[in-house]
């Protein structure tokens, strides 16, 4: 593929089930040096909203998609890109027409989106979440809470020990525990997603048994939210280091606010960004969850997830 410049500029997208990202880099010309990134940027599109609990894409969410990827589209070409990698994760996967949304961004745009399966997602998560977090010789729990699915991993700086993905996403939680988010969440819905998660997560008790992870690392948006509350303030996707510690008395401050406050509290609390509040409900719960099942005291949020870990393969390759 000949361009007019020598410059190798890669687009990476990953359209998740909360958030479509999209990451420009341009590529090292000596081996070894990082890559340069020229725009990193994402998009809350809510794919899962409205439908991914009956396994379709709703209109809405499926316009909002075409929407966010014509506008990446823009940017890939403003930017020059010469190489574009799109991955999309579970509302693509398992949808009833999450083909047909595949096929009309390809028409629209271009862009070819290929769906990858859990078990990829969570490789990739792990690759991406090693370049922002020096993991070391000892197993860490790395979990990346989606809006569709969420990928747990057990791993250290070089081996992955265990990983698997679970249809568990937050949209999902939402939906099923907490449909009606207007309010606070009730004490039993609370405690039917613990049940739930009980149930669900047998295997991630057992591995976490065997492995004994010494911290947890997060990925995605909810981290990030979680690091945000703790700073209390909001950032932008430009602005966050590649992890953040986040003191556990700082998450379970967090924890607390999210449960005893209705919607327009939770939208008021300083770091959240609104199409983030509800979600974050159930997604802390589920943090907790895996907090009290591992009694891991230590947790890092890592700024960089499937993207970062694409790339990281790309440089190898």
């Given at each position: 593929m000949h361009t007019a410049h020598a410059h190798r500029r890669l687009a990476l997208i990953d359209l998740g089930t909360n958030t479509f990202h999209l990451l420009i880099v341009e590529m090292p010309t000596v081996p070894g040096e990082k890559p340069l990134v020229l725009l990193?940027?994402?998009?809350?599109?809510?794919?899962?909203?409205?439908g991914i609990s009956k396994g379709v894409i709703a209109p809405e969410a499926y316009a909002r998609a075409l929407h966010t990827l014509a506008g990446f589209k823009e940017e890939i070409e403003l930017h020059?890109?010469?190489?574009?990698?799109?991955?999309a994760t579970s509302a693509m996967r398992v949808t009833r027409n999450g083909p047909d949304l595949v096929r009309d961004i390809f028409e629209q745009t271009g862009i070819q989106v290929d769906v990858i399966p859990g078990e990829r997602e969570a490789e990739l998560i792990c690759a991406g979440i090693r370049q922002a977090v020096p993991l070391g010789p000892e197993p860490h729990l790395l979990m990346d809470i989606g809006g569709g699915s969420v990928e747990f991993i057990i791993a250290d700086e070089g081996t992955i020990f265990w990983k698997q993905s679970f249809e568990i996403g937050a949209q999902r939680l939402l939906d099923q525990f907490f449909p009606n988010p207007a309010g606070i969440i009730p004490a039993a819905a609370v405690a039917a997603e613990q049940d739930y998660l009980n149930a669900v997560l047998a295997p991630l008790a057992a591995a976490i048994k065997h492995y004994k992870p010494v911290s947890l690392v997060g990925a995605s948006g909810s981290f990030d939210s979680l690091a945000d509350m703790q700073l209390g303030e909001l950032r932008s996707e430009a602005h966050l280091p590649p992890f953040t510690e986040l003191c556990l008395a700082s998450f379970q401050d967090s924890y607390r606010h999210l449960l005893s406050g209705n919607h327009e509290q939770r939208v008021a609390l300083p770091g959240i960004?609104?199409?983030?509040?509800?979600?974050?409900?159930?997604?802390?719960v589920l943090i907790d969850y895996v907090l009290g099942i591992s009694e891991i005291t230590r947790i890092r949020t890592s700024a960089y997830a499937l993207k970062e870990g694409l790339l990281?393969?790309?440089?190898v390759n």
């Open positions: 990193r940027t994402k998009a809350g599109v809510r794919l899962g909203e409205g020059e890109v010469t190489e574009t990698r799109a991955t960004l609104p199409m983030r509040a509800d979600m974050l409900v159930v997604a802390a990281a393969e790309m440089l």
